[in-house]
């Protein structure tokens, strides 16, 4: 039964996967759409169908992507393409631009946001003011006319700062609309989801304080869950121009804050004194110096890669003390190692997967990763920080369920002690109790002796020795008793014993008892544990039976200074193991809890318990040495 319900604690923890993928996978849902925008945006190596050039000299100065992100600033640059008949199919009638732009359709020009601005084909000069404004959020949308498919669509831009490649977006008002919303709820749910998580990890913190477990690492896994959860919040940023609490410039310090928490945990369980200090001191310096990097790259240097490498650097050292501390039978690290590897096979599948089919997440990896790494971009460093949180908070929750797991063991196992100890205390409580209702009786018996002393000696000075000798008749036939049974020469085993004799007989279960002790000496509190416990089991196993079977036989004897101990009994049912001892099974009930106690007084004196069935009978053989 035991067993049984260690495999159903354990299956609750696929259970509990699977119902979090199955909620995430539901909210996850409302972050995607079946109405899709056409991105047309030119990828770093790929530049998606577009020629990409310049114009000097009324000559064209073609470009790759590449070239085109290391434009200097404030230099018009040109993309063009054929419009196809998908374009048209997928129901797309606006294009969306995110910076000041001319539209030319076959070199007409459609569309532009700076009127001010000199605006022929192949020689578009932009003015200088539009270097200042706040294009965050702000998207111009240009109507296509109805024939565009096959028309050559030019766009020409240029960088106001450092953006990266121009954003080209075919959609609709209605594709724009599910779109937004998707891209609302993709930001929101994964902010609230980290909200929660932290609000949960802190509630079993209070959970795991108030039953002794205190530790505070687990703090730094809730600040790190608000962290990641501020970090989904400061995207929210990028798609809307309303003010909102994350909205300041301390934002900028969100994705290393969210790096550096679950780092700072595992600092603390590197169990090794050097390994901490030693990482501790990178971590420190690398944190505080991409600080202040980040800092001073607000104010507009261009420190982006300077960094992330240090960041980068950060995460590898605590990498090497993983492994290190993994070797050194490190169970967090293990777990931190494992997981890792989990994580990275997930990537290596999705990638491998995305480049065989239609190559849209591989393409997304490859991106981030080339932006991250060459241009100083917090795409990468926002997926390691994620990952690292979801370590950090998978160890957090292991360690609270051992621990708390072993609080109750231990729990368990004291108060199995405090039985134990309250049945000595009843043994011993029983012994007294015999010994002084033997004094009593004596006390008693002494007193009525001198009355009748009296009364006798008076007859025989009268001569009247024929009454003396009928009324010490009487005496006799008065004071005779059933005296108790001597098993041994220990009172306190005899006091056992005869208390279950007494019980034996008084439910008519037949009692036969044969102790042979040789005059050894006999440890008698042991002694008096296993017979305590052996024959509460053999009792409670009687009293199940009818009064015609009902039998429990006791034997002992010394041989070669080892004391030997059979107690036997009939019992009803099947006899089943639980941790390697019989458990007689019945309805409602199981029997033989009493075989744990008496195996460990066995042991504690060097002996042994073996225990069978025979016919309906249950056997326990015990022996150990008497030196």
């Known amino acids: 039964m035991k067993k049984f319900s260690l495999y159903l604690k354990w299956g609750l923890i696929p259970l509990f996967i699977a119902a979090a993928a199955a909620i995430f996978a539901l909210f996850g849902s409302y972050a995607h759409t079946e109405y899709e925008k056409i991105y047309l945006t030119p990828g770093l190596d790929d530049p998606n169908g577009w020629e990409i050039y310049t114009v000097e000299d009324d000559r064209r100065i073609f470009l790759t992507p590449r070239e085109l992100v290391e434009l200097e600033l404030n230099k018009t640059f040109y993309i063009s393409r054929t419009l196809t008949d998908d374009i048209r199919d997928r129901g797309c009638t606006l294009l969306n631009l995110d910076r000041p732009s ?23 000069i932009f003015p200088d003011d539009f270097k200042n404004y706040d294009m965050r959020s702000e998207h111009f949308y240009c109507t296509l006319p109805e024939n565009y498919v096959g028309k050559q669509l030019t766009i020409a831009s240029k960088h106001f700062d450092h953006q990266g490649m121009p954003s080209v977006i075919m959609s609709s008002l209605m594709i724009g609309t599910a779109v937004n919303s998707a891209e609302v709820s993709g930001v929101m749910i994964p902010a609230v989801g980290f909200a929660v ?42 798609i809307s121009n309303s003010p909102t609490a994350m909205d300041t ?13 679950p780092q700072l945990y595992f600092l603390f369980k590197i169990e090794k004194k050097s390994g901490r200090i030693i990482y501790g001191c990178i971590l420190g310096v690398t944190t505080a110096a991409a600080a202040a990097l980040q800092t001073a790259e ?26 290190l501390e993994a070797k050194n039978r490190n169970n967090s690290f293990r777990l931190f190692l494992g997981g890792a590897g989990i994580i990275l096979a997930g990537i290596i599948v999705l990638y491998t997967g995305s480049a065989a089919g239609s190559g849209y997440y591989s393409d997304s990896i490859r991106t981030v990763f080339t932006l991250s790494t060459e241009y100083g971009s917090y795409g990468l460093i926002n997926f390691l920080s994620g990952a690292l949180f979801i370590l950090s908070a998978v ?16 729990l368990a196992v004291q108060n199995e002690r405090l039985e134990q100890l309250d049945r000595d205390l009843e043994v011993q409580k029983q012994f007294y109790e015999s010994k002084l209702s033997s004094e009593k009786e004596i006390r008693s018996l002494r007193h009525d002796m001198n009355g009748h002393l009296a009364t006798l000696s008076a007859l025989i000075r009268d001569n ?24 041994s020469s220990d009172p306190y085993i005899d006091t056992v014993l005869n208390e279950y004799r007494a019980r034996c007989e008084k439910n008519n279960i037949s009692f036969v008892c044969r102790i042979g002790t040789d005059n050894h000496s006999l440890p008698c509190a042991e002694l008096c544990l296993i017979l305590n416990n052996a024959l509460e089991n053999a009792y409670e196993a009687s009293m199940k039976l009818p009064e015609k079977d009902r039998y429990i036989k006791v034997q002992s004897a010394v041989q070669q200074n080892r004391f030997l101990l059979r107690v036997s009994n009939r019992f009803e049912g099947t006899v089943s193991l639980s941790e390697g001892l019989p458990v007689t099974e019945k309805p409602g009930k199981e029997h033989g809890y009493g075989l744990s106690n008496i195996l460990r007084t066995v042991q504690r004196k060097g002996g042994t318990m073996d225990f069978r069935t025979e016919n309906g009978v249950f056997v326990m053989d015990v022996q150990f040495s008497l030196m």
């Open 249 to 261: 410039p301390f934002t900028v310090f969100v994705p290393i804050i969210a790096l550096f928490l």
């Open 102 to 124: 001319a539209v030319f359709l076959d070199g007409e020009l459609i569309y532009t946001n700076c009127t001010n601005g000199s605006l022929g084909f192949d020689s578009v």
């Open 298 to 323: 607000y104010f507009g240097a261009s420190v982006g890669m300077i960094r992330n490498g240090l960041l980068y650097l950060s995460l590898a050292a605590l990498t090497v003390f993983a492994v």
């Open 197 to 238: 998580t932290a609000l949960l990890l802190l509630g079993i913190w209070i959970f795991g304080i108030f039953h002794g477990i205190r530790s505070y690492a687990p703090l730094l896994v809730i600040a790190a869950a608000m962290s990641r959860s501020l970090s989904c919040l400061r995207r929210y940023e990028y």
């Open 395 to 410: 160890v957090s929750v292991y360690y609270l369920i051992i621990r708390t797991s072993r609080i109750q063991t231990d």
């Open 464 to 487: 009247r020795t024929d009454e003396a000798a009928n009324y010490l008749a009487e005496i006799t036939e008065l004071h005779r008793e059933v005296k108790k049974e001597h098993f």
